[in-house]
């Protein structure tokens, strides 16, 4: 997979060895910088009683102290090839990390994604954040993912027919198609589709008409994507991945979930955009469904064109 040439791998507190090990391949694979990234929590000025060490010094202490924890970690690869830069910024980590892609253009976050206490939520509040904000894809990695992945899940929207969209559904197959093959993974396409209002539409035509219409959406949506496919079967020549589709009605956020469970997944790769079609279903109350509860690594990407909420201030 040859398309990054940027990378930013964020170490907190969570554990970092799959993490890094995956952005080092990666870096190695696309010929990309990597850069290492952590963000300090702020020292209030209100912290201390006494101004026998200021707030400020032990801001200034805790940044070197964590830099210098980076580059040690970035020193055990560096027989890799791979000189990693350290980056260490003080504030909101997901604010903090999205300047920090916009600053430098980096154009893949990598993340260890952190298990809630108490839930088996894989996604942390930070993770999630980025998946909202951040302009660029996000990679969040289990931390006890195994160096190779061996299934992966791609969501396509086949009825996607704006111009945004259709690229975005390329985008995401491409990126997946190169992540099986490099990873020797089977690739299951997932795309849901269901009738709104059904249950409505149920109580006021009766069953038959009801049941003729999923019909016919049904059959809508399998032509779509059975047009889709056709277009993106790769040349004779071309090595594929063992690939499986599945077209299934309900919630999207339920139905892929439920494809990686059943598959055991390794990575989910979706996007992530504003509108009704399945690309959009993860940006609010689906996404957060969908993002709490699987048990595996997302790779979530956006349009090309979004524009993060979040606002870069450079000072003199």
């Given at each position: 997979m040859e398309r990054f040439s940027s990378i930013l791998v964020v170490i907190g507190g969570e554990p970092y060895d799959a993490t890094m090990t995956r952005a080092v391949t990666l870096a190695m694979k696309n010929g990309a910088r990597l850069t290492i990234m952590d963000v300090v929590a702020p020292i209030s000025t209100s912290f201390f009683a006494t101004e026998a060490y200021l707030p400020q010094n032990l801001e200034s202490d805790a940044v070197a102290e964590r830099r210098n924890e980076l580059m040690q970690i970035a020193s055990q690869y560096v027989a890799t090839g791979i000189?990693?830069?350290?980056?260490?910024?003080?504030?909101?980590?997901?604010?903090?990390?999205v300047s920090e892609v916009i600053d430098s253009g980096h154009d893949l976050v990598i993340k260890t994604a952190n298990t809630q206490t108490g839930l088996k939520h894989l996604l942390g509040s930070v993770t999630r954040a980025l998946m909202r904000t951040c302009p660029c894809p996000v990679w969040a990695i289990?931390?006890?993912t195994g160096a190779n992945y061996h299934t992966i899940v791609a969501a396509i929207d086949p009825l996607a027919d704006d111009p945004e969209h259709i690229d975005l559904n390329d985008t995401l197959f491409e990126l997946a198609i190169s992540l099986a093959r490099d990873e020797n993974a089977a690739l299951h396409l997932v795309s849901v589709w269901n009738v709104p209002m059904e249950r409505t539409l149920r109580?006021?035509?009766?069953t038959q008409?009801?049941?003729?219409?999923?019909?016919?959406?049904?059959?809508?949506?399998?032509?779509?994507?059975?047009?889709?496919?056709?277009?993106?079967?790769?040349?004779?020549n071309e090595e594929l991945p063992p690939i499986r589709v599945h077209l299934l009605q309900g919630t999207a956020s339920d139905k892929i979930a439920e494809v990686a469970t059943e598959s055991a997944a390794d990575l989910i790769v979706m996007g992530t955009v504003c509108r009704s079609g399945l690309a959009g279903l993860f940006v609010g109350n689906t996404a957060e469904?969908?993002?709490?509860w699987v048990t595996c690594g997302v790779l979530a990407v956006k349009p090309k064109d979004f524009v993060s909420p979040v606002r870069v201030h450079h000072t003199a």
């Open positions: 000189e990693a830069a350290v980056v260490v910024r003080v504030g909101n980590p997901a604010i903090e990390i289990k931390p006890s109580s006021r035509l009766g008409e009801c049941d003729r219409l999923i019909r016919e959406a049904e059959s809508q949506v399998r032509q779509s994507l059975d047009k889709w496919l056709a277009k993106h079967t790769p040349a004779p469904h969908l993002l709490g």
